[in-house]
């Protein structure tokens, strides 16, 4: 019963992780999904109930998004143009640069797999620098086994044993 102009899910970035999504929701409800390749094609609008909401500039009169997620930059603690767009906006989004960098740390994703939710992971071995804020300090995950190195200059014996 929505129309195109009554629901926008806006992709930004690249398309490649959403295109079965895209696909699916232009066949489920056509102009509905909508894809900004580009940050001109999107800008933050005043918003009444949050610091902004998703406008987007290629529709006369610009179209506000109802629903937003995007591809967060790697490498990037900001998460890129998506990052910054997709940032406290007034409307659901389906990921933040926080999530997209917990979910980029594969010792993180496997710790959650293993100790929150007693799944089997691979044997992990894994040798971090300092503490780290993300981690336990003892975590106790089936399969993963955690070294901890206040600097990696001359603990090669360290390294070797484990």
Same mark, same amino acid.
Not at 30 to 58: D, F, K, N
Not at 82 to 101: F, I, K, M
């Given at each position: 019963?929505?129309?195109?102009?009554?629901?926008?899910?806006?992709?930004?970035?690249?398309?490649?992780?959403?295109?079965?999504?895209?696909?699916?929701?232009?066949?489920?409800?056509?102009?509905?999904?909508?894809?900004?390749?580009?940050?001109?094609?999107?800008?933050?609008?005043?918003?009444?109930?949050? $610091?902004?909401?998703?406008?987007?500039?290629?529709?006369? $009169?610009?179209?506000?998004?109802?629903?937003?997620?995007?591809?967060?930059?790697?490498?990037?603690?900001?998460?890129?143009?998506?990052?910054?767009?997709?940032?406290?906006?007034?409307?659901?989004?389906?990921?933040?640069?926080?999530?997209?960098?917990?979910?980029?740390?594969?010792?993180?994703?496997?710790?959650?797999?293993?100790?929150?939710?007693?799944?089997?992971?691979?044997?992990?071995?894994?040798?971090?620098?300092?503490?780290?804020?993300?981690?336990?300090?003892?975590?106790?995950?089936?399969?993963?086994?955690?070294?901890?190195?206040?600097?990696?200059?001359?603990?090669?014996?360290?390294?070797?044993?484990?």
């Amino acid at each position: 019963g929505f129309g195109p102009l009554d629901m926008t899910v806006c992709c930004l970035g690249s398309p490649t992780p959403f295109l079965p999504v895209l696909l699916e929701g232009g066949t489920r409800c056509t102009g509905a999904m909508v894809l900004c390749l580009s940050p001109p094609w999107a800008r933050r609008v005043p918003s009444e109930t949050s $610091p902004g909401a998703c406008a987007l500039e290629p529709f006369g $009169p610009p179209r506000r998004a109802n629903y937003v997620t995007g591809t967060f930059a790697p490498g990037d603690p900001e998460g890129g143009w998506v990052g910054e767009l997709a940032r406290d906006l007034d409307c659901p989004t389906g990921g933040s640069v926080p999530l997209a960098h917990r979910l980029q740390d594969t010792l993180v994703a496997r710790w959650v797999l293993a100790a929150g939710a007693n799944l089997p992971v691979p044997p992990t071995l894994a040798f971090v620098l300092g503490a780290r804020g993300d981690l336990p300090a003892q975590p106790a995950a089936p399969g993963v086994r955690l070294v901890r190195l206040q600097d990696p200059q001359g603990q090669q014996s360290l390294v070797e044993e484990e």
